[in-house]
């Protein structure tokens, strides 16, 4: 069995399959997901993760099956009833904190449990500008699909003749700079609309805290009924 998952790890990329592969064989936990949107920890997050016993799925994972495709084509089927998505029980980046995705997750894995890190808005913005040199990251469509930028998309796609968006490729071809205002307000909506929706169907199931906390992985730890040594720290890709 364990030979046959390894099937679905991608090759060429740095996901740590030896401890995974290890951690598959222990008793399944229930789906954790971290929501927090891009440049808020969430790498960290799947560190923290993946350190404390999870199977953990972030980036090249989700790249590497076509998940944040599948999610802006709505085929939400061919994530969940992958033999990949259900060889990992932790998820971080994209497609989980596209628009109205912690609501499909909240409702379609009822034990489920959800991770959303916060940070000032402004500096947020910051760290998704040096990111990628003022360019948006990653495939160019989907992230006007998040960020709310599809009219812009649509008008440059009829007009300009030099635009060429990648179908399902990194193309970073729309500028970040001079919209920090329009950025910031959809990171700050999106933080509490997540809050409220919890708020308002089970508090139980959300953790949310400032990713400047020093406390926070403790704090993650009491939520996940797990124990966090008390100078345990995680901070990965730092600007």
């Known amino acids: ?16 399959a030896r401890r995974i592969l290890n951690n598959l064989i222990k008793p ?11 440049r808020t920890g969430t790498t960290s997050t799947g560190d923290f993760l993946a350190d404390h016993g999870y199977s953990v799925a972030g980036w090249p994972v989700s790249k590497y099956y076509n998940w944040p495709y599948y999610y802006s084509t709505g085929n939400y089927k061919a994530i969940f009833n992958s033999a ?14 596209h628009p109205g995705m912690f609501k499909k997750l909240f409702h ?17 913005f910051d760290s998704m500008i040096r990111h990628t040199d003022g360019k948006n990251p990653g495939n160019t469509f989907r992230h006007c699909q998040v960020y709310n930028r599809l009219p812009e998309f649509y008008k ?31 990171y700050e909506n999106y933080n ?3 809050i409220t929706f919890f708020e308002d169907s089970n508090p139980e199931r959300l953790f949310t805290a400032q990713l400047k906390d020093p406390d926070k992985w403790q704090k ?5 009924g797990i124990n966090v040594d008390d100078n345990y720290n995680k901070h990965s890709n730092k600007s």
């Open 84 to 97: 990949a998505f259900n060889a990992y029980n932790a998820f971080e980046d994209s497609p989980w904190y």
């Open 108 to 124: 379609q894995f009822p034990n489920s449990k959800f991770i959303l890190f916060q940070r000032d808005s402004d500096e947020w």
């Open 156 to 186: 440059r796609l009829e007009n300009d003749d030099d635009f060429h968006p990648a179908l399902n490729e990194s193309d970073n071809l729309m500028s970040l700079r001079g919209k920090r205002n329009h950025y910031t307000t959809i």
């Open 1 to 16: 069995m364990i030979k046959k998952l390894a099937n679905y790890f991608p090759t060429g990329t740095k996901i740590f």
């Open 28 to 38: 399944s936990k229930d789906r954790v997901f971290c929501i927090s949107m891009q």
């Open 192 to 194: 509490s609309e997540v």
């Open 220 to 224: 993650l730890g009491d939520f996940l």
